[in-house]
């Protein structure tokens, strides 16, 4: 199924744990405030996003470290 997805110029966009979130790539479904991790970094990938023909026909949902939100604890 995947070489078919590629024939048609569907790819998979790349989203890395740690690596920056880039809005016009990743969609933030949540946040949550990991104090040890860099700030607006993703933490976790819900499902991945895809290109066609380099045009983003759905973006990677992720979960973002956002901290200015208060953790769960304090």
């Known amino acids: ?9 569907v790819t998979e966009i790349p989203a890395n744990i740690g690596e920056i979130w880039d809005h016009n790539l ?6 949550v405030s990991e104090p040890d991790k ?4 993703i933490i ?5 996003g895809y290109y066609l ?3 983003v026909v759905r ?3 992720i979960i ?3 901290l200015t939100k208060k953790s769960a604890g304090t």
């Open 38 to 41: 860099p700030d607006n970094t």
């Open 1 to 9: 199924a995947e070489d078919l997805l590629k024939n048609w110029g």
């Open 64 to 66: 973002v470290n956002d």
């Open 53 to 55: 023909d380099q045009q």
């Open 59 to 61: 973006p990677t949902k």
């Open 44 to 48: 976790r990938v819900v499902p991945p």
């Open 26 to 31: 990743h969609e933030a479904v949540d946040s």
